[in-house]
């Protein structure tokens, strides 16, 4: 099996997801006692946080960076950044390690084109949900990407940092969602996107009557195929 770096830590609650989906895929395919063999970097969400608040881009392209390089220095053959937003600094990181970095854009596109969906709603912090670094790639790959309106981004970013990415779950914001997800169903989205990876945390398919795409899910199971892929299958 191949190894798959993952720079996590942000938060440490969605890279928990990430490491399992990713183990309970390979232990599917290979049964027994099979595991997949990772790079984990989990680093300080405070420090990161920081750079955000901060609008430091560059300090956090770096922090990124470094991790990226001490996966591959571990024996990654690919590179995950467990976070939506984070992939702001995917350029950075993929200039600063010689493996591929495994896009989570990348990852959405390719489960909506197997669904079948061409329009997708994206629901995560404001930086996803307004810059073209996230949106923009799904619009690369021929998608149109909807958002909430103004009002709605605002809550949402607000339930993700004050409550999901410090492990708080409540009824209210679950609601809230709900209705973020149902009115970008009626703007014309096919399905939405949870452009956050601790958004599985608080939303359930069960939830609404809307399909789902889970972005750390879709990112993780990619990871699966990569990790139990052969070299001449990748290089193909």
């Known amino acids: 099996m191949r190894t798959v770096g993952l720079i996590?830590?942000?938060?440490?609650?969605?890279?928990l997801e990430y490491y399992r989906v990713i183990n309970e895929g390979v232990q599917r395919a290979r049964g027994g006692h099979a595991s997949a063999p990772i790079a984990l970097q989990s680093l300080d969400f405070a420090e990161i946080r920081e750079c955000q608040l901060a609008g430091d881009w560059e300090r956090a392209g770096a922090i990124l960076a470094q991790a990226g390089q001490r996966c591959e220095s571990a024996g990654a053959e690919t590179v995950l950044i467990c976070t939506n937003l984070m992939h702001k600094a995917a350029p950075a990181v993929e200039?600063?390690?010689?493996?591929?970095?495994?896009?989570?854009?990348?990852?959405?596109?390719?489960?909506?084109?197997h669904e079948?969906?061409?329009?997708?709603?994206?629901?995560?912090?404001?930086?996803?949900?307004?810059?073209?670094f996230y949106t923009g790639r799904l619009r690369e790959r021929g998608l149109d990407a909807l958002v909430p309106q103004e009002c709605d981004?605002?809550?949402a970013d607000r339930v993700i940092f004050d409550e999901l990415t410090q492990g708080v779950v409540t009824e209210a914001s679950r609601r809230r969602f709900v209705d973020m997800i149902t009115g970008l169903h009626e703007s014309g989205a096919d399905a939405v996107v949870l452009g956050c990876t601790e958004i599985e945390l608080l939303v359930r398919p069960g939830d609404v009557d809307v399909p789902l795409l889970d972005s750390m899910r879709a990112h993780a199971e990619a990871a699966v195929t990569v990790v139990l892929a052969d070299s001449a299958a990748l290089s193909a």
């Open 95 to 113: 200039r600063s390690i010689g493996v591929p970095l495994l896009h989570i854009g990348d990852a959405i596109a390719d489960r909506a084109d």
């Open 8 to 15: 996590g830590g942000m938060s440490w609650y969605s890279t």
């Open 153 to 155: 981004r605002i809550e």
């Open 116 to 132: 079948g969906w061409h329009t997708l709603g994206v629901l995560g912090t404001r930086w996803v949900m307004e810059e073209d």
